[in-house]
């Protein structure tokens, strides 16, 4: 199964950017990278997702490693809205720990 | 607001009852999935459709009895649950199950086993 892994926990100060990032070193060359979010209360919602060029949407930037064993998710001005776990996953949509990410006022 | 929608928002039932979660999309997808979360934990895939054919089963106990009867609609009937069991139950769908196309989630269904 394809496995990821990232940190438990981070911290950000409001309206600075953010860089979660994501180690899947057992990817193939096929495996979609994708980010959701998950507020308290809500279902996960979809970030983005990328092959290998850095990618860009209206809610993040994700910067893929050249040898794609690594990625990371960049918000960046974070909100308080922006306070969630997020969960990187590939192909297969199981999803690992994921970060929970602190706002701070 | 989410584009999948699932019902009921809240379930309590006992041991010995039968219950269903439904959820439904209209958005032309073809995967569908079934997670369990439990409090503070990621969610965990149990099933996956696709094409309204059963993929992904994830050992999943047999209290536990997916359905697709079509390609808009997906069932999780549930017999005999253990408390153990309670637990918030999401639903997601895909345009298809290759790697390019992200989930959509309902908000899922908050199940308590009494």
């Given at each position: 199964d394809a496995k990821t892994t990232q940190p438990n926990s981070m911290e950000s100060n409001e309206e600075e950017p953010v860089h979660l990032p994501c180690n899947h070193?057992?990817?193939?060359?096929?495996d979609y990278i994708h980010w959701y979010r998950q507020l308290p209360s809500q279902g996960p919602e979809y970030v983005i997702h990328g092959l290998t060029s850095n990618v860009n949407n209206r809610m993040a930037s994700l910067a893929i490693a050249e040898d794609r064993k690594s990625s990371t998710l960049i918000l960046h001005r974070a909100t308080l809205r922006d306070a969630a776990v997020y969960y990187c996953t590939l192909w297969d949509m199981r999803f690992g720990a994921g970060t929970r990410l602190t706002v701070k006022p | 607001d989410t584009e999948v929608t699932q019902t009921p928002k809240h379930l309590v039932m006992g041991m010995t009852n039968k219950k269903s979660l439904k959820c439904e999309q209209h958005?032309?997808?073809r995967a569908m999935y079934w997670y369990k979360q439990k409090a503070k934990k990621p969610p965990e895939l149990m099933f996956v459709y696709s094409y309204e054919k059963l993929?992904?089963?994830?050992?999943?106990?047999?209290?536990f009895s997916p359905e697709c009867p079509n390609s808009s609609l997906l069932n999780l009937h549930l017999h005999?649950?253990?408390?153990?069991?309670?637990a918030l139950y999401l639903c997601a769908s895909s345009q298809?199950?290759?790697?390019?196309s992200p989930l959509h989630f309902g908000n899922g269904t908050r199940l308590t086993v009494t």
């Amino acid at each position: 199964d394809a496995k990821t892994t990232q940190p438990n926990s981070m911290e950000s100060n409001e309206e600075e950017p953010v860089h979660l990032p994501c180690n899947h070193s057992t990817i193939s060359g096929t495996d979609y990278i994708h980010w959701y979010r998950q507020l308290p209360s809500q279902g996960p919602e979809y970030v983005i997702h990328g092959l290998t060029s850095n990618v860009n949407n209206r809610m993040a930037s994700l910067a893929i490693a050249e040898d794609r064993k690594s990625s990371t998710l960049i918000l960046h001005r974070a909100t308080l809205r922006d306070a969630a776990v997020y969960y990187c996953t590939l192909w297969d949509m199981r999803f690992g720990a994921g970060t929970r990410l602190t706002v701070k006022p | 607001d989410t584009e999948v929608t699932q019902t009921p928002k809240h379930l309590v039932m006992g041991m010995t009852n039968k219950k269903s979660l439904k959820c439904e999309q209209h958005m032309g997808h073809r995967a569908m999935y079934w997670y369990k979360q439990k409090a503070k934990k990621p969610p965990e895939l149990m099933f996956v459709y696709s094409y309204e054919k059963l993929s992904i089963n994830e050992s999943v106990p047999s209290r536990f009895s997916p359905e697709c009867p079509n390609s808009s609609l997906l069932n999780l009937h549930l017999h005999a649950l253990q408390p153990e069991d309670s637990a918030l139950y999401l639903c997601a769908s895909s345009q298809d199950r290759v790697g390019n196309s992200p989930l959509h989630f309902g908000n899922g269904t908050r199940l308590t086993v009494t």
